[in-house]
């Protein structure tokens, strides 16, 4: 159970493009989901997180004009990067939450962006 | 300012070799702690610790929590070439659906 995917797994796309992720839970409804950006050697960093039917919450300084989300249902969450620069190129994670005593997080797979 | 520092960040054994990875934390409203690994993709989900001095074990992986020093660890024995990745903890706190993660150890095994 607690299966998550994410699609595209991975996506090149050229500079000035928008590119949308999508973040599925497969077997469960996830009240809350959570975007994060890794870059290589570094941990991972939350971007903001999303509830079903209301706006999503960013982290300082994740820009919310250039990485739209949308939580249209409870099983699913999409990132929009609009206007890709290279320096968006990135491994981008997203998690769906069970909100509950101890809140735990399941992890869809990751989606690889290269902009060119 | 809430705050997890894992030790150390990097980590070469050989195989067979026992490791020790550490956490500390502090956090506001604490109420778990996870450990991920994470190899070449997302973060998998080990270990969910919310009880201090209970070990939690699965295979050759073992994970124990101390609220009061604010600290758990993760242990590998006989450890494997597949045990290779980053090794991630984050704590959990009430009122708040976010997990701070550390940085991670990078723990390579040689065979």
């Known amino acids: 159970g607690a299966v998550v995917s994410q699609h595209p797994s991975w996506v090149i796309c050229k500079s000035g493009t928008s590119v949308k992720i999508e973040c599925r839970s497969l077997d469960f409804q996830a009240t809350t989901m959570f975007w994060y950006r890794q870059f290589p050697k570094q941990s991972l960093m939350l971007m903001a997180t999303s509830n079903e039917g209301s706006k999503a919450t960013y982290e300082q300084g994740v820009e919310k004009d250039k990485f739209l989300i949308n939580h249209a249902s409870l099983t699913l969450s999409t990132l929009t990067v609009t206007s890709a620069h290279p320096e968006d190129s990135s491994f981008y994670i997203c998690?769906?939450?069970?909100?509950?005593?101890?809140?735990?997080?399941?992890f869809g797979p990751g989606t690889r962006l290269t902009v060119l | 300012e809430d705050k997890v520092v894992q030790s150390p960040l990097s980590l070469v054994v050989h195989e067979g070799d026992t490791v020790t990875l550490n956490c500390s934390y502090e956090v506001t409203n604490f109420r778990s702690l996870l450990w991920y690994k994470q190899e070449k993709k997302a973060p998998t989900f080990l270990f969910m610790l919310?009880?201090?001095?209970i070990e939690k074990k699965s295979g050759r992986l073992s994970s124990i929590l101390d609220k009061k020093e604010l600290f758990s660890i993760l242990n590998i024995t006989a450890t494997q070439t597949g045990d290779s990745a980053v090794y991630l903890c984050?704590?959990?706190?009430?009122?708040?659906?976010?997990?701070?993660f550390g940085k991670g150890t990078k723990l390579t095994v040689n065979p």
């Open positions: 984050a704590p959990t706190q009430g009122g708040s659906e976010k997990l701070v």
């Open positions: 919310t009880s201090s001095g």
């Open positions: 998690s769906a939450g069970i909100v509950g005593l101890y809140n735990e997080q399941f």
